[in-house]
């Protein structure tokens, strides 16, 4: 593959992927998407496209992101080190070599460097003053005509004219006017470089808003969540303190236990003795009986060896 005057390699590896390229600018959507996951490129194509990526800070060595991804806000952070690309993000997703949200960040980074690239502090400068150089019919080197032989004056004033209006859109935040009728040339580069950043500062607020739509979604939702929490807590407390006296309970009930089985111990001590005591009084009683059955025996003999005179 290859990119205008680099030459970048890249071998597939979870999150880290050797690159033999010396800035990210130099990267291209096609060599992203040959070290991508087909399913995982589509659907960071689409992030793309619907506007879910914010850069947050980014040079052609690290880039840190957000992306609004199907199930909430995601962070990233990809880094050139060592000719290696390492892609962090903290989402969970198994996707290899990058997960869709760093390669939609890549692909965003591409769309948001390239035209920066061009936008130098000396801009205006370069464009009046650098000469291009053009094969002659000779096959040596011949100097073209200047850049600045493409700006007209006229061109600046109708550029000037429209950048008053401009300025004060930008100042209220209102639609830029429509751009002035002008042919090619650095003038009309001019205008379209102001609206493509326009474009950009309105396309980050959206995500702006979108993001502090979630912000606030997820702010609802863990006020929820802390009021379920605190009744949570105060459920338990009630069920501990039920708990705790149903333990003081179960500390008497032991206690009347023990005092039963103490008093079935001597309930049973006693009714052996009883039993020992009524054994010992149905003998006697026998014995009784059989002292009572030899009284009678001996009162009947002497009744019956008595014998009284007869009366006169």
């Given at each position: 593959?290859?990119?205008?005057?680099?030459?970048?390699?890249?071998?597939?590896?979870?999150?880290?992927?050797?690159?033999?390229?010396?800035?990210l600018g130099l990267l291209t959507s096609q060599m992203i998407q040959a070290v991508s996951d087909a399913s995982a490129f589509q659907i960071a194509h689409e992030y793309l496209t619907t506007n879910r990526v914010r850069i947050v800070e980014a040079d052609d060595s690290q880039i840190t992101a957000a992306v609004l991804g199907k199930a909430g806000l995601y962070e990233q952070n990809i880094r050139l080190i060592d000719g290696h690309l390492v892609s962090k993000c903290s989402c969970?997703?198994?996707?290899?070599?990058?997960?869709?949200?760093?390669?939609?960040?890549?692909l965003e980074y591409q769309r948001w460097a390239h035209p920066r690239q061009s936008r130098k502090p000396s801009l205006v400068k370069e464009?009046?003053?650098?000469?291009?150089?053009?094969?002659?019919?000779?096959?040596?080197?011949?100097?073209?005509?200047?850049?600045?032989?493409?700006?007209?004056?006229?061109?600046?004033?109708?550029?000037?004219?429209?950048?008053?209006?401009?300025?004060?859109?930008?100042?209220?935040?209102?639609?830029?006017?429509?751009?002035?009728?002008?042919?090619?040339?650095?003038?009309?580069?001019?205008?379209?470089?102001?609206?493509?950043?326009?474009?950009?500062?309105?396309?980050?607020?959206?995500?702006?808003?979108?993001?502090?739509?979630?912000?606030?979604?997820r702010e609802s939702e863990v006020g929820h969540l802390t009021q379920r929490l605190q009744t949570s807590l105060r459920e338990s407390n009630a069920v501990q303190a039920t708990a705790r006296e149903l333990q003081r309970e179960?500390?008497?009930?032991?206690?009347?236990?023990?005092?039963?089985?103490?008093?079935?111990?001597?309930?049973?001590?006693?009714?052996?003795?009883?039993?020992?005591?009524?054994?010992?009084?149905?003998?006697?009683?026998?014995?009784?009986?059989?002292?009572?059955?030899s009284f009678k025996d001996v009162a009947e003999a002497l009744q019956s060896a008595v014998t009284l005179p007869p009366h006169e």
């Open positions: 593959m290859r990119d205008g005057c680099a030459r970048v390699r890249l071998v597939q590896m979870r999150n880290k992927i050797p690159c033999s390229a010396e800035r969970t997703l198994p996707e290899e070599a990058m997960c869709r949200h760093c390669i939609a960040v890549l464009a009046i003053t650098v000469s291009q150089v053009g094969p002659s019919n000779n096959g040596k080197g011949a100097i073209l005509p200047s850049f600045a032989s493409d700006i007209k004056l006229s061109d600046v004033m109708v550029f000037l004219e429209w950048l008053q209006p401009t300025t004060k859109a930008l100042e209220r935040q209102e639609p830029l006017p429509g751009p002035p009728a002008l042919g090619l040339g650095a003038v009309s580069t001019w205008i379209q470089a102001i609206r493509n950043l326009e474009d950009r500062r309105r396309e980050s607020e959206e995500v702006m808003t979108s993001l502090e739509s979630q912000l606030k979604d179960v500390a008497s009930y032991q206690e009347v236990l023990t005092r039963v089985s103490e008093l079935t111990v001597e309930v049973v001590r006693h009714a052996g003795q009883m039993r020992a005591v009524t054994g010992d009084m149905l003998q006697k009683d026998s014995q009784l009986d059989k002292l009572v059955s």
